[in-house]
Structures are given as C-alpha cells and as structure tokens.
C-alpha cells in the first residue's frame, strides 16, 4: 500500500475512534475546514508580502485605510481576516478538549492544525 493510503487510513480510524454515527458529519466539518484553512494560508501568505485581496480588492500596506484600531491595538486588515477565520474554524470543532486548532502565521508551512484525539490530522492528504 503506498504511503498516502496508509495516512488515509490512519485519519479514519481516528476519526472512527470518535463515534461512528458521526463520522461522515465529522468528515463534512473537516472538510469545510479545509477550505477555511486554504483561505488562512493565503491570507497568512498576504500579511507576510505586504499585499493581497479582500473581497476583489486589492490591498497594500501602503494604503490609508491598511490599519485598524481593534480593542485599543494597532492591526492590519489581513490579520482582522486571519483573526475572522480562526473564529470560524474554531467555532467548527466541538467544545471537546481532545479537538482544537492551532494557528501560525508563517505561511511557507501549515498555517492551521487541526489535532482530534491528540493527534494531528493531514487534511491534505484528507481532501486533496
């Protein structure tokens, strides 16, 4: 069995450990952040090259409007973005304390990791 399967099988059986009748619930949720996590990755790799698009437009750090004051704190717009997504991501994974998302901003690896059960979940190899 190639290298990418057994990883696969690894993440089911991880995700079976769960509970069964929640399985493909589990998968859809997983699934949704992914796509959440592509978008914190580009949006990771925008904040690091100083430009980049939100909703069509584009936006550099040389622009007027580029920083925000947000609870007394100077912030830049793609962090306010960074920040919207990480509430959305963590909003999906259930309250439980053996799943939680951990976030870095260096956008040359993973920006998002998603651990249930402890242990870390590829959702790479999971939806690609």
Do not use: W
């Amino acid at each position: 069995m190639s290298t990418k399967v057994n990883k696969l099988c690894d993440i089911y059986r991880e995700l079976k450990k769960i509970d069964d009748e929640h399985f493909y619930e589990k998968l859809i949720i997983l699934q949704k952040i992914y796509r959440l996590s592509l978008k914190h990755q580009r949006f990771c790799e925008y904040s690091c090259n100083g430009k980049g698009y939100i909703k069509d437009k584009l936006i550099r750090n040389d622009d007027e409007d580029f920083i925000k004051i947000v609870d007394g704190e100077e912030t830049d717009l793609f962090d306010i973005e960074i920040d919207k997504l990480q509430g959305k991501i963590n909003k999906l994974l259930s309250n439980n304390l053996n799943e939680f998302a951990e976030y870095q901003h260096d956008p040359r690896g993973l920006t998002v990791k998603i651990y249930i059960n402890y242990s870390l979940i590829d959702l790479e190899i999971l939806f690609n």
